[in-house]
């Protein structure tokens, strides 16, 4: 399979690998996919409590290159938006910026979940009411 | 990031990309192609033709190649039959013998870590009214023998259990399956694809009736193939499938590939001079292979038996990757994977979910195949290469670090999608 050249520096040069402190109030965790389907994402976010402003996202993803740099794709794109930017993040987005085949769409979606997964963790810890549904972890 | 040595030196007399996937196809050996040359202009005679200077030199060509192929498996030439390929010669054994035995019973025994060729070619006779019996494997890749002898009933016409796996390499215990099907007088066809030329296939020995091989596994070109078939003790007969001229003694009608079966007579001829060294010397290099990776890599594991093995194999799982983001990190080299990923399917190899392995354990397998030409100066950088990208891919599995933090996958609720 052909990738194209933004998925292979996504995975070449992955951004924001690592792990944020998962008990920390200001953190969100998404955790989505299973090692059976090829694919698990760990998206995390660590959120400012005044402007519900994403600071800093991290990621680590079991996977296949495309799912390495959806994610990692989705690290980028939430840094910096506030909550409710980063919910608006949609899987096609990252299907057009990546250029990925049909056969790699499902990557996108779970890049997506993992967001709303890790935006819903954080609005639990929160207390913030869910405006609108999140993907179920 | 990283500490580790992502592109590795290039070890001198090394180029790349380095071809690692003797499974799926073996380059032709120079030695073969100068023996076709001739074949494809002036020697360019069909072997059908009795009649002429053309034809007589087509049709002695033809009958060399019988010879070097009968000799390496133990046959006559005059039990040889030339295909295009193990896919027409698992075809024609199953569906001919099927056929020709149908009044004897309808019952076909095989096993679940076939060759497609042979899966769907059995599949489609259950559509006719054939049953099938598709015999587990064990762990190790291995059936089990006793389910041979009970699977076997009085409809039972053929078992067909390939000698050695396209993906682990593992070899079945063939004369054990000759011995069982001889004494219950049923008919023993076995995909030799992998195992001829590569480990030692004799079909007196190991009561082979039929058996299937192909050129192009063996440095010999694509697009021809063989099929043995008994004539005494017991003389087999098969259906033919493809009708016409009547060529191959009925049994395979069609004008015979000269250049193609000629390629295949050589490429046997040097498996049979070269097997034992060139055996030796691929095993050295797979353990080679082996022990480096395990000496700098946990959570690394063979699949299928070790002890009944192709030299050439190895397939390997290194969990917590996934095979495919591995396989797009050593770009140089032509290996392949049993992820899902690199499948049109999205699902794992059904080989190493026989084998009982996890989905998990299936998509982070590699399968190197040795061959001919790889070296041992390609084996290192192959190493190095490989431990690099895990260690790299590891940093980044969520998977990985859970377990080294001491968390249990299986206890975790995974969302499956």
Same mark, same amino acid.
């Given at each position: !399979?052909?990738?194209?050249?933004?998925?292979?520096?996504?995975?070449?040069?992955?951004?924001?690998?690592?792990?944020?402190?998962?008990?920390?109030?200001?953190?969100?965790?998404?955790?989505?996919?299973?090692?059976?389907?090829?694919?698990? !994402?760990?998206?995390?976010?660590?959120?400012?409590?005044?402007?519900?402003?994403?600071?800093?996202?991290?990621?680590?993803?079991?996977?296949?290159?495309?799912?390495?740099?959806?994610?990692?794709?989705?690290?980028?794109?939430?840094?910096?938006?506030?909550?409710?930017?980063?919910?608006?993040?949609?899987?096609?987005?990252?299907?057009?910026?990546?250029?990925?085949?049909?056969?790699?769409?499902?990557?996108?979606?779970?890049?997506?979940?993992?967001?709303?997964?890790?935006?819903?963790?954080?609005?639990?810890?929160?207390?913030?009411?869910?405006?609108?549904?999140?993907?179920?972890? | 990031?990283?500490?580790? &040595?992502?592109?590795?030196?290039?070890?001198?007399?090394?180029?790349? *990309?380095?071809?690692?996937?003797?499974?799926? &196809?073996?380059?032709?050996?120079?030695? #073969?192609?100068?023996?076709?040359?001739?074949?494809?202009?002036?020697?360019?005679?069909?072997?059908?033709?009795?009649?002429?200077?053309?034809?007589?030199? @087509?049709?002695?060509?033809?009958?060399?190649?019988?010879?070097?192929?009968?000799?390496?498996?133990?046959?006559?030439?005059?039990?040889?039959?030339? &295909?295009?390929?193990?896919?027409?010669?698992?075809?024609?054994?199953?569906? /001919?013998?099927?056929?020709?035995?149908?009044?004897?019973?309808?019952?076909?025994?095989?096993?679940?870590?076939?060759?497609? @060729? #042979?899966?769907?070619?059995?599949?489609?006779?259950?559509?006719?009214?054939?049953?099938?019996?598709?015999?587990?494997?064990?762990?190790?890749?291995?059936?089990?023998?006793?389910?041979?002898?009970?699977?076997?009933?009085?409809?039972?016409?053929?078992?067909?259990?390939?000698?050695?796996?396209?993906?682990?390499?593992?070899?079945?215990?063939?004369?054990?399956?000759?011995?069982?099907?001889?004494?219950? /007088?049923?008919?023993?066809?076995?995909?030799?694809?992998?195992?001829?030329?590569?480990?030692?296939?004799?079909?007196?020995?190991?009561?082979?009736? #039929?058996?299937?091989?192909?050129?192009?596994?063996?440095?010999?070109?694509? /697009?021809?193939?063989?099929?043995?078939?008994?004539?005494?003790?017991?003389?087999?007969?098969? @259906?033919?499938?493809?009708?016409?001229?009547?060529?191959?003694?009925?049994?395979?009608?069609?004008?015979?590939?000269?250049?193609?079966?000629?390629?295949? /007579?050589?490429?046997?001829?040097?498996?049979?001079?070269?097997?034992?060294?060139?055996?030796?010397?691929?095993?050295?290099?797979?353990?080679?292979?082996?022990?480096?990776?395990? @000496?700098?890599?946990?959570?690394?594991?063979?699949?299928?038996?070790?002890?009944?093995?192709?030299?050439?194999?190895?397939?390997?799982?290194?969990?917590?990757?996934?095979?495919?983001?591995?396989?797009?990190?050593?770009?140089?080299?032509?290996?392949?994977?049993?992820?899902?990923?690199?499948?049109?399917?999205?699902?794992?190899?059904? #080989?190493?979910?026989?084998?009982?392995?996890?989905?998990?354990?299936?998509?982070?397998?590699?399968?190197?195949?040795?061959?001919?030409?790889?070296?041992?100066?390609?084996?290192?950088?192959?190493?190095?290469?490989?431990?690099?990208?895990?260690?790299?891919?590891?940093?980044?599995? *969520?998977?990985?670090?859970?377990?080294?933090?001491?968390?249990?996958?299986?206890?975790?609720?995974?969302?499956?999608?």
């Amino acid at each position: !399979m052909a990738y194209s050249d933004k998925v292979v520096d996504h995975y070449n040069n992955p951004r924001n690998v690592g792990a944020l402190d998962k008990s920390s109030e200001e953190v969100g965790t998404g955790l989505v996919g299973a090692p059976e389907c090829g694919d698990v !994402m760990r998206l995390q976010i660590r959120v400012n409590p005044e402007t519900q402003v994403i600071e800093e996202a991290k990621f680590k993803t079991f996977g296949c290159g495309s799912a390495i740099a959806s994610s990692s794709l989705a690290t980028e794109w939430v840094k910096g938006k506030t909550i409710a930017e980063a919910m608006e993040i949609k899987n096609t987005d990252i299907v057009k910026e990546l250029a990925l085949p049909p056969v790699k769409i499902h990557c996108s979606v779970l890049a997506e979940d993992a967001i709303r997964a890790a935006i819903g963790d954080w609005k639990k810890k929160n207390g913030v009411a869910e405006t609108e549904a999140v993907a179920a972890n | 990031m990283s500490t580790v &040595t992502m592109n590795p030196v290039v070890p001198e007399g090394v180029s790349l *990309p380095i071809y690692m996937d003797n499974h799926a &196809t073996s380059p032709m050996d120079p030695r #073969v192609l100068e023996a076709m040359i001739p074949y494809f202009s002036g020697k360019f005679g069909n072997a059908a033709s009795r009649n002429h200077s053309f034809g007589w030199e @087509a049709e002695q060509a033809v009958e060399q190649a019988r010879e070097q192929i009968a000799r390496l498996i133990g046959a006559t030439a005059k039990e040889i039959i030339f &295909t295009s390929g193990a896919t027409e010669s698992n075809n024609l054994a199953i569906k /001919g013998i099927a056929e020709m035995y149908r009044e004897r019973g309808n019952h076909i025994i095989t096993q679940v870590t076939e060759h497609k @060729a #042979v899966l769907d070619t059995c599949k489609r006779l259950e559509k006719y009214g054939y049953r099938v019996t598709y015999l587990p494997v064990k762990a190790d890749g291995l059936i089990d023998l006793d389910d041979l002898r009970r699977a076997i009933d009085d409809k039972t016409i053929l078992v067909t259990i390939m000698s050695a796996n396209n993906e682990i390499g593992v070899v079945q215990p063939v004369a054990e399956i000759g011995k069982i099907c001889h004494e219950k /007088g049923v008919i023993f066809h076995t995909d030799a694809v992998q195992a001829v030329g590569k480990i030692p296939v004799d079909v007196q020995a190991m009561q082979i009736d #039929v058996l299937s091989l192909t050129a192009h596994k063996i440095y010999g070109p694509k /697009g021809v193939g063989a099929l043995y078939v008994r004539r005494r003790n017991p003389r087999v007969q098969i @259906a033919s499938q493809i009708d016409g001229g009547g060529h191959e003694r009925g049994m395979r009608s069609g004008t015979l590939n000269v250049p193609g079966i000629v390629g295949l /007579g050589k490429a046997c001829e040097i498996a049979m001079q070269e097997m034992a060294t060139e055996a030796e010397r691929l095993r050295a290099m797979r353990d080679h292979l082996r022990a480096r990776m395990e @000496a700098e890599l946990d959570y690394v594991e063979v699949n299928g038996s070790w002890k009944h093995r192709l030299p050439g194999n190895l397939n390997m799982s290194f969990i917590y990757v996934e095979g495919e983001s591995l396989l797009m990190g050593i770009n140089d080299v032509a290996v392949s994977s049993g992820s899902a990923c690199t499948s049109a399917t999205l699902e794992p190899s059904y #080989v190493l979910k026989a084998l009982g392995l996890g989905d998990d354990v299936a998509h982070s397998s590699i399968r190197f195949g040795l061959g001919r030409f790889n070296t041992m100066a390609e084996c290192d950088y192959v190493a190095d290469k490989v431990i690099g990208i895990v260690k790299k891919l590891r940093e980044l599995s *969520p998977l990985y670090e859970m377990v080294k933090e001491g968390i249990d996958l299986s206890k975790i609720e995974w969302a499956a999608h």
